[in-house]
């Protein structure tokens, strides 16, 4: 692959990638540039390498083969126009909150879907305190640098504290369980 630079309207070539097209070693490339007196030049900005003009390619000679590159440049240019949303769109997109609301069937019975916490307040404390208290038992790992531990145990119970949702409550008794348990071989005291 060559690679171009365009600097001051003119296309330049580093020597190692002409050593590529050529089939040479960058060193070997350099000393056939030398012998046969064609004009190497370092730009500006681009550190040590070496870069040999579009116009002198076409005079380097190897193995009696002469390869002529010439670039072209298209000057089309693409415009895209993007609507950004205005102040007031924006806020009144982050300002927007889902709430639990009772919501009719499309089909043509009187039946609606009630949110779960309105069927069963207990199960929706237990849930809380259970994930209040994995999020400090978590919090706790964390702060020892053993995160480790608490994905482990996630993993054996197959749930994520992050995610659980009030239908995985059955699964999240156990996983506290556990975590309290981990939680006193880390730090040796029992939770209050």
Known sequence: MLNRVIFSEKVYYKIADLGFLFGLS??????????????????????RSVFVLEDNVSAIEVDGKITIVKTTIDEKIKEKTVKK??????????????????KELPNDSA?????????????????????EKGMVIGRKFYMANEMDIVNAIEARHNLDLKTV?????EKMRPLIADLE?????????IPA
Not at 88 to 95: H, L, P, Q, W
């Open 26 to 47: 960058p060193y070997k490339m350099k000393k056939v540039l030398k012998e046969q007196n064609i004009e190497t030049t370092k730009l500006k900005g681009f550190g």
């Open 85 to 102: 949303p205005t102040a007031k769109k924006a806020k009144t997109k982050k300002s927007f909150k889902k709430k639990n609301e009772v």
């Open 111 to 131: 039946e609606k879907v009630e949110s779960v916490n309105e069927q069963n307040p207990e199960l929706q404390k237990e849930f809380d305190e259970l994930l």
């Open 165 to 169: 949702t009030l239908d995985d409550i």
């Open 181 to 189: 348990k981990a939680e006193v071989d880390l730090t040796g005291q």
